[in-house]
């Protein structure tokens, strides 16, 4: 019969007579835990972050830039060649099945001016669709109608960072901002989104007619111009029908020749996004792949010490096995110290991997997440490599042959 | 006539060295019974230390049997024998071979710890052996506060604590001087003539073995004498 309280006790009594060394032995598997709770609480944050940035981007996007035009040979950005048109949109709207709604956008960055404030910011004209596109939510006034764009109107829909610095603290509906000089009147105010991964400000912006800023802010260089388009795909499987039906019909209206090259792009918005999210899960895998390691080098550690402490030992052991412990009896007393060892050292891996995450989270930035499944797996893991690790020493030490222990110098 | 405790025949340990087979103890036939108090003496190399082993189911034979209390220990497995060393044999060493950082109690509880002896009752029957030896003023102590003949007391309860039938003394003096040898001596007679506990000791001194009531020999791994003594 094994005496399980009796072999903890003996085995707690070991790991204190040793104190530095227990406590060594501990550090590399309080570093390794650590390790991975900090890394894979990084890693859940900015996987969260992502969702985040595509629940604020919209769901299964299209973006259509117009081409990029070459200047003397040196090829400018997307959208620098004014090649598609609001023409463009609405036959995509009403020719591509897959495709929900389309909101084309004509941009330009603008002073915008309230009293004695004043703000720069990027102006966007648009469709009424762009805010149902980006399922962007107004939280004060009304968001823009057909009527505002058919006639021209010069109302416009400001972000909350505009708000935040041309207002402070007054109610924006209904006052005029000038952009660019001309007076506008604030119909409506549009919820937070937030930073892009990138760390930019999506509620920097302000949203006029289309029509309107054609005619009165940025004027594009012929009538109808466009730079993109925003769209929308009836759902997640229609997204590549959709960018498909888009590319055929935009090549079919701008005749471009089999072996020509297209005068627009197409962009998978959603795609992108999805990727990010791959992206960030995969550094999460690498990440926690690599604390891992530093799990194992600590399991190694504590392999190491319990053969040196096997081998210190011999003729403890050779005593024991003498008064009759049997072979479970010196395995368990050395498992034992390797576990304990191991959990100790876990569990203060897991209090310094959560203050870490907090601190990288405080003085970095970035979202961490703690979860305490991974707190559970972490200290599992840590439990298991003491297991693992301490086997080997056991078994060895269990094996001794009690003649020789007891000779042992 | 008495009861036979311990009963060897055509027992064997051979040793492989390299390609050649080296018979440390070779067809040796003894019996022992309840109560006795055997001194063994032979020079080293003898195969003494080799039949103490093989008595202390510390080792197993290469051949022959091996009979305690009825039992043929010589088949037994790895953990059999250590039950039957937890039970029936206490084991005094010359080097005493107490756990370091381990007061004098916890020492001789130990036996009782591995045949699963609750708390209580491992720590009265511990003091109990330890007043028997004449130490219970100094349970708390840890070896390295103990003199030689301390030690070696604590040892001796430590093998008497599980009421085994049997010590096995393997030269207990070696390491004392004359008067603490005479003492661990007179300990040894008390226990075999007040407890019957049988007493096999292996010495090289003629004056420790005369404490004995029988002495046998052993020469080249054979017993070469086996007489009573006074």
Known sequence: MINIPVTIRISLRALRANKMRSALTMLGIVIGVGAVIA?????????????????????????????????GGARMGAGSEPTITLLDAEAIKRECPAVL???????????????????????????????????????????????????????????????????GGIDPVGKVVRIKKVPFTVIGVLGSKGQTMMGQDQDDIIYVPISTAQKKLFRPLFAGMIQFMMIKARSMEDLDDGQQQIEELLRQR?????????????????????TAVNIARIMTLLLGAIASISL???????????????????REIGIRIAVGAKTWDIRLQFIIEAVTLSIIGGG?????????SIAVAKLAGLPVIISPLSIAVAFGFSAAVGVFFGFYPAYKASLLNPIDALRYE | MKEILIEVSNLSRIYHVGDSDIAALNKVGLSISKGEFVSIMGPSGSGKSTFMNLIGCLDTPSSGTYMLEGIDVSCLVRDELAEI???????????????????????????????????????????DALRTVGLEDRIDHQPNQLSGGQQQRVTIARAIVNNAPIILADEPTGNLDTKTSAEIMDLFVRLNRDSGITVILVTHENDIAAYGRRLVRFRDGSIISDEATS
Not at chain 1, 259 to 273: A, E
Not at chain 1, 303 to 312: A, G, P, R, Y
Not at chain 2, 90 to 118: C, K
Request: proline fraction near 3%.
């Open chain 1, 254 to 274: 701008h005749r471009i020749g089999q072996h020509q090259q297209d005068d627009f792009t197409v962009k998978n918005l959603t795609q992108m996004m999805q």
């Open chain 2, 85 to 127: 060393r937890n039970n029936k044999i206490g084991f005094v060493f010359q080097g005493f071979n107490l756990l370091s950082r381990t007061t004098a109690l916890e020492n001789v509880e130990l036996p009782l710890l591995y045949s699963g002896m609750p708390a209580r009752q491992r720590r009265e029957r511990a003091l």
């Open chain 1, 296 to 314: 194992l080098v600590g399991g190694i550690g504590i392999m190491n010490i319990m053969l040196v402490s096997v081998t210190e030992r011999t």
């Open chain 1, 348 to 356: 203060i891996g897991i209090i310094l991997g959560q203050a870490g």
């Open chain 1, 101 to 167: 709604d389309v909101g084309p956008s004509h941009s330009g960055t603008a002073q915008v001016v309230f009293g004695n404030q004043n703000w720069s910011t990027i102006v966007i004209g648009t469709t009424p669709s762009l805010l149902d596109i980006r399922e962007w939510q107004i939280i004060a006034g009304r968001p823009m109608t057909e009527q505002d764009d058919r006639s021209i109107a010069k109302v416009c829909v400001l972000g909350k960072t505009v708000v935040d610095n041309l207002f």
């Open chain 1, 39 to 71: 890394m894979l609480a990084i890693g859940a944050g900015a996987r969260e972050r992502v969702s985040e940035e595509i629940d604020s981007m919209g769901s299964n996007l299209l973006i259509v830039f117009s081409g990029s035009t070459s200047s």
